[in-house]
């Protein structure tokens, strides 16, 4: 199976993944613009697209929805919390659900509740090994998703340390938008001294000049992501108010984040 990136060039800087198999068979996850999937998949020559899978009910992960099942008759896959909120949903999905893709390869349903209520992240698995991970918009890279429409950012505390701090380091995160540069940003301004920050931020600014964008893995996401290192010395000390635990550290860079 092939992980197909694209940028959609939206001013909320979305992603949209098309997945392919050895049969020129296609998933697409969250897509942002039909239009844009079609011309896609007719220069990757697509056989066809067996299912939408949309990873929460936000407006920009679902619109290219309806134009692509009336054109080419896929299934759309959402939360089972999603019902009522995603139009023209086939198969609900609930935590510890399998995708099968292809032969040794499926997508195991993660519940990831926080930015909203009715939010899924997908682990891709090859041979029992994992591979990656689509995070919608509850990781990014080098962050996470915010709480503003739907969410809670008390629970999304908990999704994040206990379905994504135990995955192996390896795995690689595909989130639904592009906001490593800023995050990185964040990171540095709560965490001046954190070198590895520093080496991505370079590196990502490098990459936007010239219109690539970078990945990192679970691994990258302990050395860069703010709200993975809610023990370092240097963040707890930049922070006012209540920091006795990890929750509270998370809950008050949430905070910060939003106004940033």
């Not at 001013?11 to 697409?28: M, V």
């Not at 949309?54 to 019902?83: C, M, P």
């Not at 931020?201 to 709200?227: G, H, P, Y």
Request: proline fraction near 3%.
């Amino acid at each position: 199976m092939i992980v197909h990136q694209y940028y959609t060039e939206s001013q909320l800087r979305n992603f949209t993944y098309l997945l392919e198999d050895e049969d020129k068979k296609f998933w697409c996850v969250d897509p942002f613009d039909a239009l844009q999937v079609k011309k896609w998949l007719k220069e990757l020559g697509a056989q066809e697209l067996v299912g939408i899978i949309n990873t929460h009910e936000h407006w920009d992960h679902i619109r290219g929805n309806e134009s692509l099942v009336q054109d080419f008759g896929a299934k759309i896959y959402a939360h089972e919390n999603a019902k009522g909120k995603i139009p023209g949903v086939k198969v609900f999905l609930k935590d510890g659900d399998k995708i099968e893709l292809s032969s040794g390869e499926f997508l195991e349903v993660m519940d990831t509740p926080g930015h909203t209520m009715a939010h899924l992240c997908f682990l891709h698995v090859k041979d029992e090994i994992p591979v990656c991970v689509f995070t919608g918009d509850t990781l990014f890279n080098a962050g996470v998703g915010n709480c503003h429409n739907g969410g809670d950012p008390e629970v999304l505390f908990e999704t994040i340390s206990k379905r994504f701090h135990i995955l192996d380091e390896d795995i690689i995160v595909y989130p639904g938008h592009d906001y490593l540069s800023n995050n990185l940003r964040f990171t540095l301004d709560r965490e001046p001294n954190n070198n590895d920050a520093k080496e991505w931020l370079e590196k990502s600014e490098q990459a936007n000049k010239e219109n690539r964008f970078l990945t990192t893995n679970i691994a990258d996401e302990k050395r860069i992501n703010t709200f993975f290192r809610l023990t370092e010395k240097e963040i707890i000390e930049n922070i006012d108010g209540d920091t006795s635990t990890e929750k509270q550290i998370f809950l008050r860079l949430r905070e910060l984040r939003n106004k940033w």
